[in-house]
């Protein structure tokens, strides 16, 4: 933890606000180094080796992250610390489904229960594991910042698969928000 204060230090920083999230996209502080915090593949937040069992400070800390280029960072007006984030920073967890055909809406909701509508703001996006062939479903949260989609999650979406044509190859995929999102190639 080079230079960077602790967990409470950013805490205490961060301006109180009504309503929305934090402008983490207005605020250039310098980098401070890094600090022992880790966000695991299934959305657990560590401190210093340990899972944050609060969840309100988890959520917390989840409105001030910022994602530039490949690297994490916890912002504040006047701190900049580096963070390790094993896959994603959130993990969608739920699955809300209305209407349907072309109407469809598909609502997800975090680990950090923020809500997020698929559609053209927050398109998803299907990662197939060349060694696995194994899938890695994510849907864009916020700026820069995605959520992957938990695996139970991820069967609702197989289940409300369709087939369309995409440039002449047959695709599985779903609908939301009056887009089509492919999963992958239609086995059959």
């Not at 230079?3 to 996209?25: C, F, R, T």
Request: proline share 7%.
């Amino acid at each position: 933890m080079s230079g960077a204060g602790n967990a409470n230090d950013l805490l205490a920083q961060i301006p109180k606000s009504e309503k929305g999230l934090p402008p983490v996209h207005l605020w250039n502080p310098a980098f401070c180094g890094d600090i022992d915090m880790r966000i695991a593949r299934d959305g657990t937040w560590y401190y210093l080796g340990t899972p944050i069992g609060r969840k309100p400070m988890v959520k917390l800390f989840s409105t001030i992250i910022r994602r530039d280029g490949d690297d994490y960072f916890l912002i504040t007006p006047v701190e900049k610390v580096g963070i390790k984030v094993d896959d994603a920073p959130f993990v969608a967890v739920s699955l809300q489904v209305e209407g349907e055909g072309e109407g469809q809406r598909l609502r997800f909701t975090t680990n950090v229960d923020e809500e997020v509508e698929v559609g053209g703001e927050h398109p998803m996006r299907f990662v197939i594991d060349p060694q696995t062939q194994e899938p890695s479903p994510y849907v864009h949260v916020r700026t820069n910042l995605e959520a992957l989609i938990h695996r139970n999650v991820f069967y609702q979406l197989v289940e409300l698969a369709e087939v369309r044509e995409i440039d002449g190859q047959h695709w599985l995929g779903v609908r939301s928000g009056g887009e089509f999102f492919p999963i992958s190639l239609d086995p059959a």
